[in-house]
């Protein structure tokens, strides 16, 4: 799904007193008020974050669909992953707490897929509605010199939308760190797996190779037995794995995630195909490597080993 579109070029941090000072700030702007909240629904709550919007679309959220949602003035926008956390559907009714004002119900209008941050959105005159004054603590804006902004003493500290994704990918290096280390020791679990039982099965048929010589099949025949055998192992143990792999990915990117953030399992076409060049490689070549001890096989030994 297409996530959220962020066009604003800085973030300033202000003091929510002084809004006037700001709005002679160059480029297109929008002021936001960000506050940490205890959300709950029934026996389910989870701390989040609330961001209150003049919708000028700095931000822009998607639905699940991935088009864009607009906040409306009546609207309360929930994140997906908050919503599966608290098992909250479009019109539930959930609680907020805000530390220094009274406890709200407020009806749930619409869910949006934005990954980062998870929590709740709502439009300025819903806000002033439900609670108090809108007084943002955000700055959004367009305009790249932030230099004047910095010296004035109402501002708390300031960004930019590049800075953010630098640290987005700094956060997501750090985990795939963690999968190169697992996809290394995945790589030899397969070489021994495949090595140890490509042996077993070879020392297990040893004396059915045997009888298949004696009855004057040539050795080419019978490595071609041999790997036919390996071929079908492969495929079977590919189509399970492609499930597996699926699967613990899904529960491995559950159990670093953040409640902050939405992490997506993903897996691309290069993955694929490097993994099955590993799994088909590693079997042909230990086919390969028993398959020249057909020749070798001593065919009195192997019957004598039945008697």
Avoid at 6 to 17: G, M, V
Wanted: aromatic share 10%; hydrophobic share 45%.
């Amino acid at each position: 799904t297409e996530q959220a579109k962020y066009t604003y070029i800085s973030e300033i941090k202000i003091n929510s007193r002084y809004k006037e000072v700001f709005q002679k700030v160059r480029g297109e702007k929008e002021f936001n008020l960000n506050l940490p909240i205890l959300i709950s629904k029934e026996y389910q709550e989870k701390t989040a974050l609330l961001t209150v919007t003049e919708n000028n679309r700095l931000i822009v959220y998607r639905g699940l669909d991935g088009k864009e949602l607009d906040v409306g003035n009546g609207d309360v926008i929930i994140t997906k992953k908050l919503a599966k956390q608290l098992y909250v559907c479009v019109g539930d009714i959930v609680r907020v707490d805000i530390k220094g004002l009274e406890k709200k119900d407020i009806e749930i209008t619409k869910i949006t897929s934005n990954l980062s941050p998870q929590g709740i959105v709502m439009a300025k005159e819903k806000w002033e509605k439900l609670f108090t004054d809108f007084m943002p603590n955000i700055l959004l804006t367009e305009d790249i010199d932030t230099n004047e902004l910095e010296k004035n003493n109402n501002v708390l500290f300031t960004t930019t939308r590049e800075h953010q994704l630098r640290q987005a990918e700094k956060l997501t290096e750090s985990v795939k760190s963690i999968m190169y280390i697992l996809f290394l020791g995945s790589i030899v679990l397969v070489v021994t797996i495949i090595y140890t039982l490509s042996t077993l099965n070879y020392i297990e048929r040893e004396r059915e190779y045997a009888t298949l010589r004696v009855f004057g099949f040539r050795i080419g025949e019978i490595r071609g037995i041999l790997l036919s055998d390996s071929i079908l192992t492969v495929t079977i143990g590919w189509i399970a794995g492609v499930f597996a792999a699926a699967k613990f990915l899904e529960v491995y990117i559950k159990s670093v995630s953040l409640d902050a953030i939405e992490w997506i399992p993903y897996l691309d076409n290069g993955a694929w195909i490097f993994s099955t060049i590993v799994v088909v490689g590693v079997s042909l070549s230990a086919a390969l490597v028993l398959s020249l001890k057909i020749r070798k096989i001593d065919m009195v030994a192997s019957f004598k080993s039945v008697e």
